[in-house]
């Protein structure tokens, strides 16, 4: 593994303890010599994430629709290693998927939310094989996961596909468990 897309919020949360996971979660991937791939903006838990990573020494990669610059500020991080400006939403989620070898979402609202169900599918489908986990800063992800028991219990998750997504309360924890990721054996689809 030699980088990490890293969903979170383009806010700082309520909680202290969300701004100090982001630069935990930074400094623990370039500490690891790992990439960071993100939404390349400044703003909330994106930029304390990228530049907990860049103080420590590690190279930060952005992907930002065009629509977000200038927009109506220029929230685009001009400090990263690698900057890409792209057309769209789904073109950046694509570009993103390609650059990382997995995924770990901090705490986020309805972008990260999106972007980290939509990896976790993928896998699903098996249009990649990468890891997908959750840093579940005190207790953020709890009712999420209840969510996809409920959709285990109601028959639409199969146990196998929700035990895909990793959950830990520390980068080091998530970490560990990505060593150990396997990806189901037999592309299969939820319905079959
Ligand atoms: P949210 O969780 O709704 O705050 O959205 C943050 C996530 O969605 C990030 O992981 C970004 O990839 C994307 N995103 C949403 N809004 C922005 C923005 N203004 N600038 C950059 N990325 C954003």
């Given amino acids: 593994m030699k980088s990490v897309c890293v969903f979170c919020g383009c806010s700082d949360g309520r909680r202290k303890e969300?701004?100090?996971?982001?630069?935990?979660l930074g400094r623990t991937l370039a500490e690891r010599g790992l990439t960071v791939v993100y939404g390349g903006a400044t703003v909330g838990l994106m930029g304390q994430l990228a530049d907990a990573a860049l103080k420590a020494g590690g190279e930060v990669v952005g992907v930002i629709p065009e629509?977000?610059?200038?927009?109506?500020?220029?929230?685009?991080?001009?400090?990263?290693t690698e900057l890409h400006v792209v057309d769209t939403m789904h073109r950046r989620k694509e570009l993103m998927a390609q650059l990382a070898d997995a995924f770990i979402a901090l705490p986020g609202g309805l972008g990260t939310l999106e972007e980290m169900l939509e990896a976790l599918c993928w896998v699903q489908l098996r249009l990649h094989a990468k890891p997908c986990g959750l840093l579940d800063v005190g207790g953020y992800y709890q009712p999420l996961l209840r969510m996809l028991d409920v959709a285990v219990a109601e028959e639409f998750l199969k146990p196998e596909h929700r035990n895909l997504l990793a959950v830990a309360e520390t980068p080091e924890a998530l970490l560990d468990q990505f060593a150990h990721f396997q990806p189901p054996e037999t592309p299969k689809l939820p319905c079959l």
């Fill in 67 to 80: 629509r977000f610059i200038d927009r109506p500020r220029n929230i685009a991080h001009q400090g990263l």
């Fill in 18 to 24: 969300f701004v100090e996971a982001a630069g935990r």
